[in-house]
């Protein structure tokens, strides 16, 4: 019986596995079937793979037709495999050479004319397909600018089915990329615009030298989303295998611009409070998609009016904020995704928020209830905490500009170059990152500088892991400073960044 195969990619998370698709033509009634643990989108791919085939020039085989996707239990989801599958049947009645085929990636959804759409997770699943062994990929024309990010494989692209049976019988060539131009500077706010809050731009500038998480109270119109947002501007641009990190989750989550899709600045992500739970974290049925924060990967999650979003979605961030990553158990398997964001919270005093204090009309319990969705284990992984108070008058801040970003961000890269030399042997790359045993115990302080954290202790206003955390803003103050180590006035300032109230 004829038989011929083809390979495509499927998706668990961002890690792409290479599925291998088999095509056997057999006697009997004319039927399809499609066997490898299919979703409900793969199984109509033998109704569009049909119709395309048969409105490319190309004969459909009568008999059965068995499809096979291998590994057998693995989920396969999504219609990029529908130009694997047409490919394979074709060579399987001979109406094209299997020769091309041989070490050949294919990727896409075909439309019933035979014309090739885009699909997601191309980069991810040609990284897969490069360290499997495979030496070239076939991806429609609009993933050819994300698919030529990968390095070492041989990638062209094709806009219908006709173009790729036509380069199989080596009667024409196809779509080569395009050489890489230079991204357009990602358009950041500036941290000029923003009048006042001394206090609030310092911590926002530790907070970007050390990765720290950050607590923005205040009224409203004080500036806390707007020093938010000038957060990216401060933090390094990322790092080559960041940055192909980074695309990779945009591109499973269908996100990437078509003309530059290398993702090299930051990200800033900030979702509206009335988001829900499986859209912050992650999820869907089937296997779970890439959640809001794992969109902030390696960028800054910005949660505005944050005691509105309650206390299921914030807490659901407790563990994450602790392990870089979301695990996300579903019917049809476990998927893992990076999440290694830098949180910045911001909530009014109260919920009447009025621009003065002296003119709430809030009860002390109606506060203290405000305030609590905002809870202790949450807040005790927020390493800075800062009021923000109300303007009294902009006209006093006219005649010395603000600094700009560019100022700030030159001492954020300055110290986080001291922390990325101190901490290289171990693989990490800024402060907060450190392991608090590690700090105790390697690069432990002279115990005068840690008295004020042992006298906390022992009052019950600090955890142990509040005194983790604020070792390491100590060490990230120190870093902005120049100096060697922590001195007592660090590790001090440290506690009081902590110890400020929200309300």
Same mark, same amino acid.
Not at 143 to 166: F, K, P, Q
Not at 437 to 466: E, I, K, M, S
């Given at each position: 019986m004829p038989h011929a195969k083809t390979w495509s990619v499927a998706l668990l998370g961002i890690e792409g596995r290479v599925v291998e698709i088999e095509a056997d033509l057999g006697g009997g009634l004319s039927r399809v079937t499609l066997v490898g643990l299919p979703d409900a989108g793969l199984r109509e791919a033998k109704d569009r793979v049909r119709s395309a085939v048969r409105n490319s020039g190309q004969s459909w085989p009568d008999g059965k037709i068995t499809l096979a996707l291998s590994p057998a239990n693995l989920p396969k989801m999504g219609s990029g495999y529908d130009l694997g599958i047409a490919a394979a049947v074709l060579a399987a009645i001979g109406a094209v050479p299997a020769r091309k085929l041989l070490h050949t990636i294919l990727l896409g959804e075909l439309a019933l004319d035979g014309r090739i759409r885009p699909v997601r997770g191309v980069l991810p699943g040609l990284l897969a397909a490069k360290a499997a062994?495979?030496?070239?990929?076939?991806?429609?024309?609009?993933?050819? %600018?994300? +698919? !030529?990010?990968?390095?070492? =494989?041989?990638?062209? /692209?094709?806009?219908?089915?006709?173009?790729?049976?036509?380069?199989?019988?080596d009667e024409a060539d196809l779509e080569l990329p395009a050489a890489p131009t230079a991204a357009a500077?990602?358009?950041?706010?500036?941290?000029?615009?923003?009048?006042?809050?001394?206090?609030?731009?310092?911590?926002?500038? %530790?907070? +970007? !030298?050390?990765?720290?998480? =950050?607590?923005?109270? /205040?009224?409203?119109?004080?500036?806390?989303?707007?020093?938010?947002?000038?957060?990216?501007?401060?933090?390094?641009?990322?790092?080559?295998?960041e940055s192909l990190e980074v695309t990779a989750i945009h591109s499973v989550d269908g996100s990437l611009s078509k003309s530059s899709p290398l993702v090299t600045v930051p990200p800033f992500v900030a979702p509206h409070h009335s988001i829900s739970p499986p859209a912050l974290i992650g999820g869907g049925t089937g296997l779970a998609a890439p959640g809001a924060i794992s969109r902030a990967h390696r960028g800054v999650l910005f949660l505005d009016e944050a005691c509105e979003f309650g206390n299921q979605r914030l807490d659901s961030l407790r563990t994450v904020m602790e392990e870089g990553e979301v695990r996300i158990a579903r019917a049809k398997g476990v998927v893992c995704y990076p999440a290694q964001f830098q949180l910045v919270l911001a909530t009014n005093p109260c919920p009447c928020a009025p621009p003065r204090e002296t003119d709430c009309t809030c009860s002390v319990t109606t506060r203290r209830r405000y305030l609590s969705r905002l809870s202790g284990p949450l807040l005790d992984r927020v390493d800075l905490r800062v009021r923000l108070r109300p303007l009294t008058a902009i006209s006093a801040h006219q005649s010395t500009a603000p600094e700009p970003s560019s100022t700030v961000r030159a001492r954020v890269l300055a110290a986080r170059d001291r922390a990325k030399h101190r901490w290289h042997e171990h693989g990490w790359l800024s402060n907060t990152e450190v392991p608090g045993?590690?700090?105790?115990?390697?690069?432990?302080?002279?115990?005068?500088?840690?008295?004020?954290?042992?006298?906390?202790?022992?009052?019950?206003?600090?955890?142990?892991?509040?005194a983790d955390r604020c070792l390491r803003i100590a060490w990230t103050l120190a870093d902005l400073a120049a100096l060697p180590q922590p001195d007592t006035d660090h590790v001090t300032a440290a506690l009081d960044f902590r110890e400020r109230k929200t309300g």
């Open positions: 062994g495979h030496e070239r990929a076939v991806v429609p024309t609009e993933s050819l %600018v994300e +698919a !030529a990010l990968v390095d070492g =494989l041989e990638v062209s /692209g094709v806009t219908r089915l006709a173009e790729l049976i036509a380069w199989l019988k500077p990602a358009e950041v706010p500036d941290l000029a615009d923003v009048v006042g809050q001394p206090e609030a731009r310092w911590a926002l500038e %530790v907070a +970007a !030298a050390g990765g720290h998480h =950050l607590l923005l109270t /205040g009224p409203p119109g004080v500036g806390k989303s707007m020093l938010a947002r000038r957060l990216p501007g401060l933090l390094p641009d990322l790092a080559p295998a045993p590690v700090l105790r115990r390697d690069f432990a302080l002279p115990p005068p500088a840690t008295a004020v954290l042992d006298r906390a202790l022992d009052r019950g206003l600090l955890t142990a892991r509040g």
